[in-house]
C-alpha cells in the first residue's frame, strides 16, 4: 500500500462500526466508498472471496434516497479497485 491509502485508513470511518469505536482496524482489508450517501465511508472487506470483492455490494442505509428500507450500492473502481464507487439507491 502506498502513503496516501494508509493515510486515508487512518482517518476513515468504517460503515457498520459502533459510533464510540469507528476507526479500522489493523490486520483488516477495506474499500474506501465514493459518492452517494455513503462518501468517504470504508467497508470491511476482510474475508471476502475474488467474486465478491469483483462485484461490488449493496449496502443498507437510512442515508439514501429510499430512507431505512433502502440500500446503495457500490462497485469497485476499474482503475483502482481499492475504491468503490456508487452507482444507484434501491428501496
Known sequence: MDD??????????????DHED????PGRAYRELVGGPLDGLLLDVTGWDAEALATGAALSTHLGRHGGEGRSHYEPRPTDPRRWDWTADTP
Open 4 to 17: 496516501a491509502y494508509d493515510e486515508l485508513l487512518l482517518r476513515g470511518r468504517v460503515y457498520g462500526a
Open 22 to 25: 469507528p476507526g479500522p482496524r
